[in-house]
């Protein structure tokens, strides 16, 4: 498994836009080949940060799969416009868990 970690400011008055947007676009996800599934959590110290964490089987069903495919074409239409800048994205994988 593959967690993606999308790290994001939201242009200030947008984030309950955001939050929805996000929230409209879980079928879009759920669509995906290899998507497992998605939260989103929002910066305390800074509300205007926000981080996606999304779980994918493999690094490829996000990045050959989900990121060439008209899903995430139908993901940047809903939430692009609330962005300060480009999302910030890695990718990891468990090590060590509790």
Same mark, same amino acid.
């Given at each position: 498994?593959v967690?993606? =970690?999308?790290?994001m400011?939201i242009?200030?008055?947008l984030?309950?836009? #955001?939050e929805?947007a996000?929230?409209a676009s879980?079928? =879009? #996800?759920r *669509?995906?080949?290899? #998507? =497992?599934d998605?939260?989103?959590?929002?910066?305390i110290e800074?509300?205007?940060?926000?981080?996606?964490?999304l779980?994918?089987k493999?690094?490829?069903?996000?990045?050959e799969?989900?990121? *060439?495919?008209?899903? #995430?074409?139908?993901w940047?239409?809903?939430?692009?416009?609330c962005?300060?800048?480009?999302?910030?994205?890695?990718?990891?994988?468990?090590?060590v868990?509790?």
């Amino acid at each position: 498994m593959v967690l993606e =970690i999308a790290d994001m400011e939201i242009k200030p008055g947008l984030e309950q836009e #955001f939050e929805q947007a996000v929230q409209a676009s879980l079928p =879009i #996800f759920r *669509k995906a080949p290899g #998507f =497992i599934d998605l939260s989103l959590q929002r910066g305390i110290e800074n509300p205007a940060r926000y981080r996606v964490l999304l779980r994918w089987k493999t690094l490829e069903d996000h990045t050959e799969g989900f990121r *060439k495919s008209e899903g #995430f074409q139908q993901w940047r239409q809903l939430v692009g416009h609330c962005f300060v800048d480009a999302p910030h994205v890695d990718h990891s994988v468990c090590v060590v868990q509790s």
